[in-house]
């Protein structure tokens, strides 16, 4: 599985790329701490793989890595997807390195 770092995926936001960021978290989640990706909670993702683009990289992410790895896996297996990279350390490691 593909993973980027925190770092690397700031950068690349910074740097305008087409990028679509993905958090899997739940809604309470979200509320209480966020970076503005958008929120698609992990046990409703499968159905609604519309909303997960296939023409661009698609960072997910959740609160350590663990859960966005399950839904990559999942998408991958069911769904076909090539272009899913998970978020190394999740919404945790963004906080410590950009607002800790």
């Given at each position: 599985?593909?993973?980027?770092t925190?770092?690397?995926l ?5 740097a305008?790329?087409d ?18 990706a958008?929120?698609i909670p992990m ?5 609604r793989t519309?909303?997960v683009?296939?023409d661009?990289?698609?960072?997910v ?7 966005s ?8 297996q069911?769904?076909?997807?090539t272009?899913?990279?998970?978020l ?5 490691a ?7």
């Amino acid at each position: 599985m593909e993973t980027i770092t925190v770092q690397e995926l700031k950068a690349k936001l910074d740097a305008g790329e087409d990028i679509q960021v993905i958090d899997v978290r739940e809604e309470h989640e979200v509320i209480e701490y966020n970076f503005g990706a958008q929120h698609i909670p992990m046990g409703d993702i499968l159905g609604r793989t519309e909303d997960v683009r296939r023409d661009c990289p698609v960072v997910v992410h959740c609160r350590s890595g663990k859960r966005s790895a399950a839904v990559i896996s999942a998408l991958e297996q069911k769904h076909d997807y090539t272009n899913l990279i998970n978020l190394d350390g999740g919404v945790l490691a963004w906080h410590e390195a950009f607002e800790g």
